[in-house]
């Protein structure tokens, strides 16, 4: 019987497959399935029945904490609030899966084409359509607005309610992190410190955060159209989702754009990103200091990867250049 293992060394068979779907009344006639990793502790599987109804099966590794990620509670929410035209994911049922003992989430699934990093999987005619409609449906989703109470993914601790205090909170931690396991030095530890305190006040003291989905990358949205006409119509993968400053959710599409400059310098504008800026502002105004907003972002992005428990070697490497990179166009402004 085909079979996947993934991290704790539980093996998903067709039978767990056909399984969910009878717990959750659709059959038991399984055409066609596809195992697909996402991470390294967690499993999406494409899901197609006899009959022709298809759906994604997120299953979660062995001691993954569905309620502290909080996909499901996300998912839910913008069902009631959906982000204009900019389809998600629909919860369709959740449980065990019998065999593997594994948490899942059946999923809707959604029609369109991944462009992948660096739009890659796009046409080139069809890339300044593409990122001005990303820049446009991201807008969409930070209009939708945050749920309060009893909504615990979004809140941490004495944050709540204020941008800039829970991003001066999590630099500090995930700065600290970073600097005791070897990939900051005591002296770019201090300069990023610098860095970050410095642009902090580019965000207001009783500034509100927006709805941000955090991870958007290249490989977390769908698009249809070809050429002038390719357009974002889904976004997927809302585990990492919470509440942040509205540029720190720019910052993942726009590394995901093919290079616009050099690659010293992340504050480069080519086509691709003013496109990306223009369909963003055609939702919402732009902060008017938004380029250090968007810097404060990315050095926080950066450090913040540097301490994934879920990010490869060359990722790290790669993030800890971003760094040094921010750090030294400051230095030469």
Same mark, same amino acid.
């Given at each position: ?76 929410? *913008? ?77 941490? $601790? %004495?944050? &709540? ?6 991003? %001066? ?7 600290? &992190? ?9 002296? /770019? ?18 500034? %509100?955060?927006?709805?941000?989905? &955090? ?52 504050? /480069?504008? $080519? ?34 990867? *540097? ?16 760094? &040094? ?9």
């Amino acid at each position: 019987m085909a079979h996947v293992e993934i991290p704790g060394r539980a093996e998903i068979s067709v039978k767990d497959l056909m399984m969910v779907l009878e717990a959750h009344g659709l059959g038991h006639d399984l055409r066609r399935y596809r195992f697909l990793p996402y991470g390294r502790r967690n499993l999406n599987v494409f899901l197609e029945t006899g009959d022709g109804r298809r759906f994604s099966l997120r299953v979660y590794g062995r001691g993954a904490d569905i309620h502290r990620d909080g996909e499901e509670e996300t998912l839910r929410w *913008l069902a009631d609030h959906p982000p204009g035209p900019v389809a998600v994911p629909q919860v369709m049922g959740k449980g065990e899966l019998p065999d593997a003992g594994l948490p899942y989430l059946l999923l809707s699934f959604l029609e369109g084409k991944v462009p992948g990093r660096g739009l890659r999987h796009v046409p080139p005619e069809g890339h300044l359509s593409l990122a001005r409609s990303w820049g446009e449906a991201l807008g969409h989703l930070h209009r939708v607005p945050l749920p309060r109470e009893g909504f615990g993914p979004f809140w941490e $601790g %004495e944050s &709540q309610g204020s941008a800039r205090r829970f991003e %001066e909170a999590e630099f500090a931690k995930r700065a600290a &992190q970073a600097l005791s396991e070897g990939w900051l030095s005591e002296g /770019q530890a201090f300069f990023a410190r610098q860095f970050v305190e410095a642009h902090l006040a580019y965000l207001g003291e009783a500034e %509100e955060p927006v709805f941000c989905h &955090q991870d958007l990358h290249g490989e977390n949205i769908l698009y249809a159209g070809e050429g002038g006409e390719a357009r974002v119509v889904a976004f997927l993968d809302f585990e990492h989702a919470r509440a942040r400053f509205a540029e720190m959710d720019w910052v993942m599409p726009l590394w995901s754009l093919p290079p616009d400059g050099t690659a010293e310098d992340y504050r /480069q504008l $080519g086509p691709l990103r003013r496109a990306f800026l223009e369909g963003y502002r055609s939702v919402i105004p732009l902060h008017p200091r938004w380029r250090e907003r968007l810097l404060l972002g990315e050095m926080i992005k950066a450090v913040g990867f *540097l301490t994934a428990k879920e990010a490869y070697l060359d990722f790290l490497h790669e993030n800890r250049e971003k760094v &040094q990179a921010l750090l030294r166009g400051w230095e030469r402004t």
